[in-house]
């Protein structure tokens, strides 16, 4: 037996199924631990056993002073999550909850851990996992899918899941998301499309609904908008077509009417027929051919248009002649125009004081320290 240490693998493997890893054999007298993901446990000959980390060795169970390492058993250190699928059953049992639970665990007692070997979190808790989760799913029918996974989320947050996994030296929190069986998914995804395209149905008749009594530039555009580029034209073709039709009707019935002499008055008469006659050579009718070489053929007859009426013109009504000398002269009015107006200045007289012997005005403020007493008598005296 050599007494060299034997190394460890260093790190933790890429899949972690459960906290317990991997038990080793030791060949020397010595231990060496070299990484900081994994907690080794370490037993010696005669019994005890050691925690030894990256933060040091810490004594499980007490040992002899000269014992030797002669096993080591790898517990991942740290947090990890486990994510597994269940099927939890419904009420009625025929069909199943596709469930996809999250356990996030952390170890809390090395020993126990190595003593329980737990290797694997799915199969070693998920038995009971499914035990209490399906007591709560059993009580939901297939469509309520969205009230079995608010139950189970209810019962997850009790006291009942709070020391879940604790008997195994585990730190565990639970998380479950509630999905719906795969037939009842196809089931709502049809019936989710058969609704859309009722919806889609309905709205197309009800604008359908609105094209016949709409304008003919309302149906051209809604049609363009629609469909392609064929389908556009022909909808031209045939609009164009009907457009035509009802000229010729209107035309007809215009002609019909002036060879049955339904039009009295001359004025209207002459502009159907001007009217009449431009929209025969602009309607699709034939128009007329200048002149050329006779081809041989049968003639065409061209459109029979009747000839102008002369309408009887209303007599005017006899006037009194007016008499030679008392034929009234036309009056024919003058515009007035105003006389210019010069405005004159305004000149005022000059003051004259007041003399006794001239004629006697009335005194003013201003006049009496120029003016002499005037006595008893009224001369001044």
Avoid at 203 to 222: C, D, I, N, Q, V
């Amino acid at each position: 037996m050599s007494d060299e240490p034997q190394p460890e693998a260093a790190g933790l493997p890429d899949t972690v199924t459960g906290p317990y890893l991997r038990e080793r054999v030791l060949q020397g007298a010595k231990f060496q631990h070299t990484s900081a993901e994994i907690a080794s446990i370490v037993y010696y000959d005669g019994g005890g056993c050691s925690l030894v980390t990256s933060q040091g060795t810490e004594h499980l169970v007490p040992r002899r002073y000269w014992a030797r390492p002669v096993s080591v058993c790898e517990i991942a250190r740290g947090r990890h999550t486990t994510v597994f699928t269940v099927d939890l059953p419904t009420a009625n049992g025929a069909t199943f909850f596709p469930t996809k639970v999250t356990l996030r665990w952390e170890v809390t007692d090395y020993q126990r851990v190595a003593h329980m070997r737990l290797a694997s979190i799915e199969s070693d808790l998920g038995p009971e996992i499914v035990s209490r989760l399906r007591q709560v799913s059993g009580l939901f029918a297939v469509e309520d899918v969205q009230r079995a996974d608010q139950a189970i989320l209810a019962e997850t947050e009790t006291d009942r899941w709070a020391d879940f996994g604790a008997d195994v030296g585990l730190r565990t929190r639970l998380f479950v998301e509630v999905d719906t069986d795969e037939m009842r998914k196809r089931q709502v995804a049809e019936a989710r499309e058969q609704t859309a395209q009722r919806d889609a149905v309905a709205r197309r008749l009800e604008e359908f609904a609105h094209l016949p009594t709409g304008s003919a530039e309302g149906r051209l555009t809604y049609l363009m908008a629609m469909g392609d580029r064929e389908d556009v034209a022909d909808v031209i073709a045939m609009m164009r077509e009907d457009e035509a039709q009802g000229r010729r009707e209107t035309q007809e019935f215009f002609l019909r009417m002036l060879e049955q002499g339904r039009i009295t008055s001359p004025e209207l008469e002459a502009f159907l027929r001007t009217r009449v006659l431009a929209s025969l050579t602009q309607g699709g009718f034939a128009p007329p051919v200048a002149p050329g070489p006779a081809v041989p053929g049968p003639a065409v007859p061209g459109p029979f248009v009747p000839p102008p009426r002369e309408l009887p013109r209303p007599e005017p009504e006899d006037t009194p002649p007016w008499p030679g000398s008392d034929r009234p002269e036309p009056h024919t009015p003058q515009a007035y125009t105003p006389e210019p107006h010069t405005p004159q200045a305004y000149t005022p007289e000059p003051y004259q004081p007041y003399q006794p012997d001239g004629p006697r005005r009335r005194r003013r403020d201003d006049d009496y320290w120029n003016a002499a007493p005037e006595g008893r008598d009224g001369d001044g005296r």
